[in-house]
């Protein structure tokens, strides 16, 4: 057992020890009583409340009851033994940076989702979840739970155990299917995660900590669509929902359920600073997991819509800068040369509203709409440019992870007086350090001042300045005189490419330098 499971374990252990005694005291307290002449029986007890009084909360009972009977017959537990590989070795190591906070200590401290007890230095064991989605045997997890797996053992709620092998996955969703060789099992049925609104209940199914077999636990939605928590790829959809219904270590993969029983997510990483539950789980919505889940049955793969964007959320801070009268939409910061979007026309700056006449809220919302669409599809977006309102034809292109994944591929001045950076002219030398595309134009960044507006817009060194205000900036000088010709008290908004991808940057003005 992992380190943190022994803890759980002793912990428990102390508890039980704790009861015991807590039980004999009582007992001694009884026959001292009695000694002392005091009839035990006569000790009054208050009675209970009568069913009236509680009706709302019986009612709540018996409905969490019916949907937890309904659900967890097509529950699984997931046991895999894996080979180590340097992907696997990082996320292991709770150091990894390309997870989201806290993400790589939902895997615990020497593995994976739950009690996991390295076999020497090739093979791991992991525990994991899955849901029955059809009758002869397909199961629907996690990526991660299956990554690498060489043998995979599935105990159903029947305490049957059953071999299982991967039908195949999508790191991009970090979603897979495995089947075992059954038929007639118990399954689960598909809810619409699009019809979901924050407080609705929800339940979340798994196995825990790897020990708790087919547990159950209640909350509600605490929001939707939330963003892509992933550094190392933004082109990952996001849209997850978010969950106070508690996940631990040993969930990954098992079904997140609406008040009908329906299958509306699919429970996948928590944030948190101590490993569990915080009270911040996150899902795959239905509405991505059922599409790859269909593709990988029939194909054995899955194929996403691209667009070829990087993206911001509209929001009330930004919204000014691109004269809109809401905070609703994609702010477009990026467009990929030689994508569907530039050949559409696509510019940084564009803001997307509409898909196909429906409205985006958000980029989350945009990025599993176009995902699950078939590569090849034509669709109509509705954009605002420099606050016209404007049509773009745009036909879906497929990604591909080894190329549409990434974008395609310079005298010192500063700006410390006003918002805490110094910045210089890009040159070769300094492209090559920092691993800048000869694409991407402005002013790098060479320092920022602790405790500065800059430093709280998460700007840091080898970033580029590519705009200021709306307007492209060439070089150092220019983007200083850009950034000293902004209002006094006035936030700035700065395109700032990093690390291969750009997004805009609300910058507010230390007004005590002014």
């Known amino acids: 057992m992992k380190e943190s499971t022994n803890q759980l374990v002793g912990r428990v ?20 009583a009695r000694h002392d002449g005091v009839n035990a029986a006569s000790i009054s007890s208050a009675a209970p409340l009568d069913d009236s009084s509680v009706s709302s909360l019986v009612a709540l009972d018996h409905a969490v009851e019916s949907v937890a009977a309904r659900v967890t017959p097509a529950v699984v537990n997931v046991a895999v033994t894996s080979k180590e590989t340097p992907e696997r070795g990082a996320m292991q190591n709770q150091q990894g940076q390309n997870l989201p906070p806290g993400f790589s200590q939902f895997f615990g401290p020497n593995g994976f989702f ?11 064991h992991g525990i994991g979840s899955g849901v029955i989605i059809s009758p002869d045997g397909y199961i629907l997890t996690n990526d991660h739970v299956v990554n690498d797996a060489v043998n995979v053992r599935v105990t ?5 155990v059953l071999n299982a092998k991967v039908v195949g996955v999508d790191k991009l969703t970090d979603l897979a299917v495995i089947k075992v060789d059954a038929t007639d099992l ?3 049925a598909w809810g619409d995660s699009t019809k979901l609104k924050p407080g609705q209940t929800v339940l979340a199914f798994g196995s825990p900590f790897g020990y708790f077999q087919f547990s159950v636990t209640r909350g509600i939605v ?35 359920v609406n008040a009908h029983g329906e299958l509306i997510g699919i429970n996948t990483f928590i944030i948190s600073n101590s490993g569990s539950f915080a009270g911040a789980g996150f899902a795959i919505p ?17 194929h996403h819509g691209y667009l070829g964007i990087a993206m911001n959320d509209v929001t009330p801070a930004n919204a000014s800068f691109f004269n809109l009268k809401d905070a609703t939409g994609a702010i477009v910061s990026q467009v990929t040369p030689g994508s569907p979007a530039a050949d559409a026309g696509l510019k940084s700056g564009d803001v997307i509203r509409e898909l196909n006449g429906e409205t985006m809220e958000n980029g989350s919302a945009l990025q599993v709409a176009v995902s699950e669409m078939t590569p090849g599809t034509a669709i109509t977006l509705g954009i605002i440019r420099n606050g016209s309102p404007q049509t773009v034809h745009v036909k879906v292109g497929e990604f591909h992870a080894s190329g549409a994944e990434t974008a395609s591929t310079e005298g010192n001045s500063n700006a410390h007086a006003k918002i805490g950076v110094q910045v210089g002219d890009l040159n070769a030398d300094v492209r090559q350090q920092f691993n800048i595309p000869a694409s991407v134009h402005g002013a790098v960044v060479e320092g920022v001042k602790p405790g500065s507006p800059a430093e709280d817009a998460g700007l840091q060194a080898g970033d580029v300045i590519m705009e200021v205000n709306r307007h492209a900036v060439s070089s ?37 330098n002014q």
Not at 224 to 249: E, M
């Open 186 to 188: 118990p399954t689960i």
């Open 114 to 124: 739950g009690q996991m007890t390295p076999q020497g230095p090739q093979i791991e």
């Open 13 to 32: 252990a102390r508890i039980g020890g704790l009861t015991g005694l807590a039980a004999a005291l009582v007992l001694v307290g009884t026959l001292i």
């Open 286 to 302: 239905s509405q991505l997991a059922h599409s790859v889940a269909e593709q990988i049955i029939k194909t054995g793969s899955v």
């Open 222 to 256: 605490s929001a939707l669509n939330r963003p892509n928590p992933y550094s190392d790829n933004l082109r990952k959809p996001g849209g997850y929902i978010q969950t106070d219904a508690a996940i631990n270590p040993g969930n990954s993969g098992g079904p997140l």
């Open 476 to 512: 150092a000088e220019a983007c200083v005189n850009s950034v000293h010709a902004s209002p006094a008290g006035k936030d700035l908004l700065l395109l700032v490419w990093s690390q291969g991808n750009a997004s805009y940057r609300i910058v507010h003005p230390d007004n005590s």
């Open 156 to 160: 159903l709620h029947d305490r049957r």
